[in-house]
């Protein structure tokens, strides 16, 4: 009955999803924002602005006053105007296009103004100008403009790649074609049934384009790790001597209650985003608590469903030739190798802690110069043509062409064209600026929009300072005394605004997520101490994860190696959408740790022999499970979009680190140091907080269970 629920409902939810989903949309505008002000008295001049997108067809030439080239770019633009009839085309022969010639004349392009379009739209039409492109031998074409991510020509989808990972390290981990299907199963369930809810909540919530694929990516990792948890606990039970039923209440009384406190924290974690205020962060944050809840239920209930079914044909249709004893013979001699790591690290436990401690934080030091921000055409590789016509643009009209100011003047009365004129004379002749457009006055005569072209790019520092000081100093003298409001906007002003958003809130963000790490903690295993150290370990990931994260992206080491074009400010929403999953993921592997090293303390009493059989017992698990997660984000890193590429680039390097310099050094060394005092806990705080067992605890040595 569990698994026709559980087919019934993904096919409903699919079905659904495809009738009824939602438009994406990548709209930056901050609410409250001077970007924002500045589209409101444009929009309610009568202005259009921002009603949707504005891509080019750019072309160089050698002889732009040929008649024979421009016959050709006409008629370029007719073949534009007859295959996309919704756009707007201007040709730069025409009267209305004079600007779209640079002034030597040698680069140009076919204005094509777009209304405002989905993600799916806005693909077909990229394919269709590039198949004007390409059938237009002559003249050397470009398509630029249009921001719609696609996967590699010939290559598989990177969430394919993941799972093919996935498959293959579960199956050296199980060495079982039916153990390593089961968390493939749940994964893929779980990933298909949070792109469907994004798609379904798309309706109601503003999505990104890049929702989907983020929810998918999350669902698997997560998806495969809790699944491994419960089936490695499973097969554990079944070589203990247990029959299939008992072993599935084993399963689920211990590995199944530390999926849940885990699934439940991400979830926690990623609606606290919702508190930002922020809509683009706000539909991401809901799609993957969505996609993680879905995919937690699958692994507590389909999953010990699966596993009825199965039975002790668990282990069949093995690879190689299992040790005899199965399960408990590999994960002794497995153990062996982790309690003999172990036990070197007890013998000179500070050099340790102060070692692994002191190359987290180098790895940190890249977080100090982070820049938020948001990428652009020119960080794509220099084979696409989205890239080709960046630098065309930038070559002809400057780097700033690919992301104007937007001026926008609301006069009052006794204020007119002097101040407008003004206005145009001082921005023109301020440092940074590369040309100002003449002020374009709306029909009551009371509104104004002037354009202002920086001689930098939108992504370079030097244009977000330029946006602040015409804010703060330039335009606030110019008006100073007059019934004039001015407001700074456009798409380059709006990622500004975005960025600043996010980079002051990001701190209290951070204390709240630790905060709450602090809370969880101490709750379920009545300790400050080794709370403390969590919350401090978890720190030092989130910190390596972004400094990494600045140095590959940022300062654009190894940009050749993964293709990735150009270096970029880190992308404004993903610091906070890293903290939140890797605050879930690593209290996930800290949960699974620390709980056995308490079980083992509960039933020996001896702290030392606790961290060393807690290690061993989880070091097998905490391997595979990180090696799969790493594979799985990684995989996005293959693909073309940089968000994603950045994202999953984050999320890999965390779990990298978490499962292996903190879990199997920092951790270990620094419990030693603490022994028991790792778990006091005063005994007011201990009558206050709620009890929360993750795992029942085993009786210790000499008393009845």
């Not at 403390?532 to 994860?545: D, Q, R, T």
């Not at 605050?583 to 800290?590: A, K, N, R």
């Amino acid at each position: 009955m569990v698994l026709a629920a559980w087919v019934v409902l993904v096919v409903a939810v699919s079905v659904l999803s495809g009738a009824v989903a939602g438009e994406t949309s990548d709209d930056y505008a901050l609410a409250g924002s001077e970007s924002e002000r500045a589209a409101q008295i444009l929009q309610e001049a009568g202005f259009d602005v921002g009603a949707g997108t504005q891509a080019q067809l750019v072309f160089r030439v050698d002889q732009a006053d040929d008649d024979g080239l421009r016959a050709e770019v006409d008629a370029v633009a007719d073949r534009v105007r007859d295959e996309v009839p919704e756009a707007r085309v201007v040709s730069p022969y025409e009267p209305e296009g004079a600007r779209q010639l640079s002034p030597d004349r040698s680069i140009g392009y076919v204005a094509v103004d777009l209304p405002r379009m989905d993600a799916a739209e806005l693909a077909d039409v990229q394919e269709t100008l590039s198949g004007i492109r390409e059938t237009s031998p002559d003249l050397r074409l470009e398509v630029g403009g249009i921001a719609v991510e696609q996967e590699a020509e010939g290559g598989p989808p990177s969430e394919l790649i993941g799972i093919l990972a996935a498959v293959v390290i579960l199956l050296f981990a199980f060495g079982s074609v039916i153990a390593m299907g089961l968390p493939i199963l749940v994964g893929v369930i779980g990933a298909a049934s949070g792109i469907a809810a994004v798609g379904i909540g798309a309706r109601w919530v503003d999505m990104p384009s890049f929702a989907a694929p983020v929810s998918a990516m999350i669902a698997i990792g997560v998806g495969i790790d809790y699944a491994l948890l419960v089936v490695t606990r499973y097969r554990e039970a079944l070589a203990g001597g247990e029959e299939p039923a008992e072993a599935v209440v084993s399963a689920q009384a211990t590995a199944g209650r530390s999926v849940l406190f885990a699934g439940v924290t991400v979830v926690i974690a990623s609606l606290g985003l919702v508190l930002m205020g922020l809509e683009l962060i706000t539909g991401v944050a809901l799609g993957i608590a969505v996609s993680v809840l879905l995919t937690m239920l699958a692994a507590v209930t389909l999953l010990p469903a699966m596993l009825a079914v199965v039975g002790r044909r668990i282990d069949r249709y093995s690879i190689h030739l299992r040790r005899r004893g199965g399960a408990a013979a590999d994960g002794a001699a497995d153990g062996a190798i982790a309690r003999r790591w172990s036990r070197r690290m007890q013998r000179h436990p500070l050099p340790w802690a102060l070692a692994s401690t002191a190359v987290l934080l180098v790895m940190s030091i890249p977080v100090l110069d982070m820049r938020l921000g948001f990428s652009d055409a020119g960080t794509k590789p220099p084979s696409d043509t989205a890239r080709r016509a960046y630098d065309l643009m930038a070559e002809g009209f400057g780097a700033g062409s690919s992301g104007p100011l937007v001026v926008a003047v609301r006069t009052g009365e006794g204020s007119g064209p002097a101040v407008l004129d003004q206005l145009q004379e001082e921005l023109a002749g301020t440092p940074g600026v590369a040309a100002v457009s003449p002020p374009a006055v709306g029909e009551g005569g009371d509104v104004a929009v002037l354009q202002v072209v920086p001689g930098t790019g939108p992504r370079d520092e030097r244009t977000t300072d330029l946006v602040h000081r015409l804010r703060e100093d330039v335009v606030p003298s110019i008006v100073a005394g007059e019934d004039v409001e001015v407001a700074i906007g456009g798409t380059t002003a709006a990622a500004v605004d975005f960025a600043d958003y996010t980079a002051e809130r990001l701190p209290v963000f951070l204390a709240v997520v630790l905060g709450l790490a602090l809370l969880l903690l101490v709750a379920v295993f009545r300790g400050i101490a080794v709370a403390v150290k969590a919350v401090v370990v978890n720190l030092l990931s989130i910190g390596a994860a972004f400094g990494a994260t600045v140095a590959v992206f940022q300062w654009g080491w190894g940009v050749e190696l993964l293709d990735l074009g150009a270096s970029a400010p880190v992308e404004a929403w993903a610091p906070m959408m890293l903290i939140a999953i890797v605050f879930g993921l690593s209290m996930d592997y800290e949960v699974f740790l620390l709980s056995r090293i308490k079980e083992e303390r509960h039933r020996t009493g001896d702290s030392s022999a606790a961290v060393v059989e807690g290690l061993a017992r989880t070091a097998r698990v905490i391997t595979a499970a990180a090696a799969i997660m790493i594979c799985v984000f990684g995989s996005f890193v293959l693909g073309s979009s940089r968000e994603l590429q950045l994202f999953g680039f984050g999320l890999a390097f965390a779990v990298l680190v978490d499962a292996t310099l903190v879990r199997m050094v920092l951790v270990p060394s620094v419990m030693q140091l603490l022994g028991d005092r790792a778990w006091w806990l005063p005994r007011p705080l201990d009558r206050v907080l709620p009890t929360l067992d993750i795992e029942p605890p085993e009786p210790r040595q000499g008393e009845p269970a």
